[in-house]
């Protein structure tokens, strides 16, 4: 007889279109101007829009959390390190 196993990982890489589907982590200051004005923001991901969803609604975007877990220089660092690789 042959044994099934479930596999529980979670799958964290981010596909074309998923950004729509998370919350993600945006300076504050510029949040409130975004949803009073409708000026676009940049999330931490790189993912620019318009803010209009409750953001509770959703879970929150694993790229955002990442950067934003590495604090400040945590993230100038990376974003210098992806700036002379591309």
């Known amino acids: ?3 099934t196993k479930l596999d529980e990982r979670t799958d ?6 998923d950004h729509e ?4 982590y945006v300076d504050k200051s510029k ?5 009073v004005v409708g ?4 999330a931490l ?3 620019v829009w318009v803010p209009s969803r409750d953001p509770k609604r959703f ?10 877990d590495l604090g400040p220089e945590g ?3 990376e974003w210098d390190r992806r700036s002379r690789e591309g």
Do not use: N, Q, W
């Open 59 to 68: 879970p929150i975007c694993p790229e955002c959390k990442r950067l934003y």
């Open 12 to 17: 964290a890489r981010i596909d074309e279109g």
């Open 39 to 42: 000026t676009p923001v940049i």
């Open 31 to 35: 949040l409130t101007e975004a949803y």
């Open 1 to 3: 007889m042959s044994e």
């Open 75 to 77: 993230r100038r660092l």
């Open 21 to 24: 589907r998370f919350s993600h």
């Open 45 to 47: 991901c790189g993912k």
